[in-house]
């Protein structure tokens, strides 16, 4: 067990600096984002900016469109932009593909030639996971709530707290999710770099997949097996429900792959 | 090649075999390691030594057989067989920002041995590896001071058995001494060595007993005394004036030169025969070089046993 912990200990140690700087930036642009709703609130602009707005966009978006054009949808995109949720999942992907990378290093060698058990070695990377993004999505609400407290108008409504705690628990199992795919296929894969690509571009398939399925019908028959389907916060900002369901789709998919991983990694040379 | 294996050996290898695709890596090996010997483990480069080592640690799964260490097998007991292990790879992938102090904890920690610092220390003064440079980061390592480091993971919980891959490549002179003095050091404690390494000489020296691979095949195991007596001696004979008589050799002696003052020649077996012939002629010096290993095992290297 001691040995266990050592090495838990000190995959969150080479880390740490990774996540606390990208849960900085990530906190910090929550707060940049609260100081543009702000703006737009003051100038009264959120109409002339829906406008801005292409109409096939203003099409798939839908009656959420009202929702996002609104201080609280401003505030709220700090959850959904394309380059948080890109990051964050890159980040599950790295986080993930630690033991292909020790494999590759040989640092897996000197591991697993003391007597820690191999399961030890997924058990460990998916703790890592999970307090990462524990730990990332905590630094972006914090941001979220200082940048409330401290620089929104007092005189309207603020989002929910339960809004922004439900977008963060929907984004870290989606985090979670692609951090078990990344895994399953770092388990079976000699090179991370490879199971980083590979899982990148399935990441990126299944984000356009589920972006097409809004506008092309046939699209839409498919749909479902992307992620991202089961991440949908403009819903989620116009009725306020988070459905446990898709919750259940993305912790399942997320478990799938950890199985997966286990199973691979127990059975596989440890070669570099 | 099967002996007779003892429960508690501190390696015993029952037909291990290893296949990747269509090749054969390791095939059909059957090796025991006695307690408290050194054994040499020599192959050319691919003959399968490091495969082997790899799936004594469970790094590798073998296609077929099984590897018992101390009486635990390697696969199904892991982790008691690995708590009796220590290991040197032939290259050590460390995060190139740990400093070698680092490396040195992290490895200790996962050991179930507690780590004797005096012992550690010890090792630190006999390798030349000053505090000073365990403060200094992996990045900034020679190829010497990460071999050194190595030795030290390796060495450091004092297993009772040692699986070293190539534990001298990178090491100058001195520090092969030095390692050698800790390997007779860990002998006379009782401490099992099994070592794979290219250097002939240096298993000549420190070894037991030799298990040469050659294309995953075990084709020789003996000890170092009985490979030498194997070998040919060199017998270089002057003479006082010209000598044009051609020697008459007998079987197992050979003839490497002849120049009318000097002859060289290869003896196996008895010189009686050979002192019998010259006993006639001017002879005005003998010099017989002891019988060389490498002699034989680079026979074995390119031809397999006859």
Redesign the interface.
């Known amino acids: 067990m001691?040995?266990s912990l050592?090495?838990l200990f000190?995959s969150l140690k080479?880390v740490r600096a990774l996540v606390i700087s990208m849960g900085l930036l990530l906190g910090v642009f929550q707060v940049f984002l609260i100081i543009v709703a702000r703006s737009v609130q003051r100038s009264g602009t959120f109409e002339q900016m829906s406008a801005l707005i292409p109409p096939f966009m203003r099409e798939m978006l839908g009656s959420s469109l009202i929702s996002l054009m609104s201080f609280n949808g401003i505030v709220c995109l700090g959850y959904f932009h394309l380059a948080v949720m890109g990051s964050l999942i890159s980040l599950s992907i790295g986080l993930a593909t630690i033991p292909t990378s020790?494999i590759e290093?040989?640092?897996?060698?000197?591991?697993?030639?003391?007597?820690?058990?191999r399961h030890w070695v997924i058990t460990r990377s998916i703790i890592v996971l999970t307090i990462c993004t524990v730990a990332l999505l905590a630094m972006m609400m914090t941001g979220t709530w200082a940048g409330l407290n401290a620089l929104a108008p007092k005189d309207i409504a603020w989002p929910a707290p339960y809004l922004i705690l439900s977008l963060a628990i929907n984004l870290g199992l989606l985090m979670m999710c692609w951090g078990g795919i990344a895994m399953a296929i770092g388990s079976v894969s000699r090179r991370r770099s490879v199971a980083g690509a590979l899982t990148g571009l399935l990441a990126l398939s299944m984000f356009l997949l589920d972006y097409v399925a809004g506008a092309w019908q046939p699209a839409e028959s498919v749909a479902w097996l992307s992620p991202f389907r089961y991440y949908n916060p403009l819903e989620l900002l116009m009725d306020n429900t988070l459905q446990t369901s898709k919750l259940l789709v993305l912790a399942a998919v997320a478990v799938a792959g950890f199985g997966l991983a286990y199973i691979f990694f127990s059975?596989r040379?440890?070669?570099? | 090649m099967k002996s007779s294996i003892a429960a508690q050996s501190p390696i015993s290898i029952y037909g291990i075999t290893k296949r990747y695709g269509s090749l054969t890596a390791v095939s059909n090996l059957h090796l025991e390691v006695n307690e408290g010997e050194i054994l040499g483990f020599l192959g050319l480069n691919g003959a399968g030594k490091t495969t082997s080592i790899?799936i004594l640690?469970?790094?590798?799964?073998p296609t077929g057989g099984r590897a018992l260490i101390f009486g635990h097998d390697c696969q199904a007991e892991?982790?008691?067989a690995?708590?009796l292990?220590g290991?040197l790879?032939g290259?050590?992938?460390?995060?190139s920002d740990l400093t070698g102090r680092e490396v040195l904890d992290?490895?200790a920690?996962?050991?179930?041995q507690t780590v004797n610092k005096q012992y550690r220390q010890e090792l630190q003064e006999r390798l030349e590896l000053p505090d000073r440079d365990l403060r200094r980061k992996w990045r900034e390592y020679s190829t010497g001071m990460k071999r050194k480091l190595g030795l030290i993971?390796a060495f450091q919980a004092d297993p009772p058995l040692l699986i070293l891959d190539e534990p001298t490549e990178g090491l100058d002179p001195l520090m092969q001494e030095s390692f050698y003095g800790i390997l007779a050091d860990v002998q006379r404690r009782g401490r099992t060595v099994f070592m794979s390494s290219h250097v002939l000489s240096e298993v000549e020296r420190v070894c037991d007993r030799i298990a040469l691979l050659r294309k995953g095949e075990l084709v020789l195991l003996s000890t170092v005394e009985d490979i030498r007596k194997l070998a040919a001696r060199r017998v270089r004979v002057f003479f006082t004036e010209d000598v044009s008589l051609k020697p008459v050799l007998t079987p197992g002696h050979e003839v490497v030169e002849i120049t009318p003052r000097v002859w060289s020649l290869r003896v196996e077996g008895l010189l009686g025969p050979l002192m019998n012939m010259l006993a006639a002629l001017p002879v005005k010096d003998l010099e017989i070089e002891e019988p060389r290993l490498e002699d034989v095992l680079i026979k074995y290297y390119r031809e397999g046993p006859q």
């Not at chain 1, 290093?105 to 591991?111: H, K, N, Q, S, V």
């Open positions: 001691k040995g050592i090495l000190h080479r020790e290093t040989g640092f897996m060698d000197l591991i697993l030639s003391r007597p820690l058990a059975r040379d440890i070669s570099h | 790899r640690l469970d790094l590798l799964r892991g982790l008691q690995r708590s292990t290991y790879p290259e050590m992938g460390i995060y992290f490895l920690g996962l050991n179930r993971q």
